[in-house]
Nanobody, 121 residues
Framework: QVQLVESGGGLVQAGGSLRLSCVLS????????MGWFRQAPGKEREFVGTISGTGGTSYTGSGRFAISRDSAKNTVYLQMSSLKPEDTAVYYC?????????????????WGRGTQVTVSS
């Protein structure tokens, strides 16, 4: 069965960096597009970025985030830099039954439980 476990969240000062990790089990990256989403208090779930089964990436307009993966560890990463208080949210890792990327939450079948990122002023 497919499982995802996020980690790496925490408290960071504005302007700092943080790397989130997501361990995928039950599927291979070559068959799977992975997405990162976030949800801030009182707001809708927001697309952050995605990496396709072939390794191509796309992002929302931030320009401060980057996605990478380590196939040997079956782990995908979200590298965040120049963090702002507005980035404070629960960050979710997701996987879909396709190698093709999507920015739509409904296209993803599997979700982690989330990891909290808090950026202080």
């Amino acid at each position: 069965q497919v499982q995802l476990v996020e980690s790496g969240g925490g408290l960071v000062q504005a302007g700092g960096s943080l790397r989130l990790s997501c361990v995928l089990s039950g599927r291979t990256f070559s068959m799977t597009a992975m997405g990162w989403f976030r949800q801030a208090p009182g707001k809708e779930r927001e697309f952050v970025g995605t990496i396709s089964g072939t390794g191509g990436t796309s992002y929302t307009g931030s320009g401060r985030f980057a996605i990478s993966r380590d196939s040997a560890k079956n782990t995908v990463y979200l590298q965040m830099s120049s963090l702002k208080p507005e980035d404070t949210a629960v960050y979710y890792c997701a996987a879909r039954n396709s190698r093709y990327s999507s920015s739509a939450p409904n296209d993803y079948q599997y979700w982690g439980r989330g990891t909290q990122v808090t950026v202080s002023s």
